[in-house]
């Protein structure tokens, strides 16, 4: 766990990683209807603030497809 006050609060060794990936991906449906409901369609670009292991952004490119982009930008 961090504690110097900087950074991801839980940490960042590959365990905390591999949870966070997890997590995405079991929420990856909802995620999907989520962002549909948002409105992203084909063709969309999309801008991903604090994309953390970015699997948002993953979902979002599907939507957009190939005609659209998606940008994720995290915090190093």
Do not use: K
């Not at 991801?8 to 209807?33: K, V, W």
């Amino acid at each position: 766990m961090n504690t110097s006050g900087v950074g991801y609060p839980l940490g960042s060794d590959p365990s905390e990683f591999e949870r966070l990936n997890r997590q995405g991906r079991i929420l990856a449906a909802a995620t999907r209807t989520i962002l549909e409901a948002g409105g992203i369609l084909p063709g969309m670009r999309v801008l991903d603030l604090g994309s953390g292991t970015g699997e948002l952004s993953f979902v979002a490119a599907g939507l957009v497809g190939a005609s659209g982009a998606v940008i994720g930008v995290g915090h190093g």
